[in-house]
């Protein structure tokens, strides 16, 4: 007997179905004592030690902007980046997910679905646009809604 069929979902743009689960979607998060416009802003932000750079990616205008401007590497990024990227990606999708009803239940909905980033130009967050990225993003939504389902159960 097979089990029941599995599917998945795709998202990249806030524009699409499901482009509530980009880090570009305006949902605030509050992270200690400062809220945050995007997930994007905060983990760009969370990129550099400098308090100063930290305060001008919070600030910036659009999700887009702070994309831009945590690839400048005119700011001196953080020395353990590379180690601390997905832990506090993984905190501020809790933090999404928590704090917005509405996506907790969105996110909550899609059962047992494999969620994917469809991004032809990330193959580290995304599926790299044919399948062979790592899709962090798409994992890290999962593990949390297998977080989220278990609070609930």
Known sequence: MKGPIKFSIKFYSVADEYGEFSNFATFPIRMGKQTWPTTEHYFQAMKFKNKSDQKAIRKASSALLTARMGRDRKRKLRK???????????????????????????????????IIEHAANDDYWGDGGNGRGKNMLGKLLMEVRARLSQEHS
């Not at 180690?83 to 909550?108: C, G, P, W, Y």
């Open 80 to 114: 353990d980046w590379e180690s601390a990227k997905v832990n506090i990606m993984r905190d501020a999708l809790m933090a999404k997910f928590t704090q917005h009803e509405e996506l907790r239940l969105l996110l909550l909905s899609t059962g047992e679905a494999k």
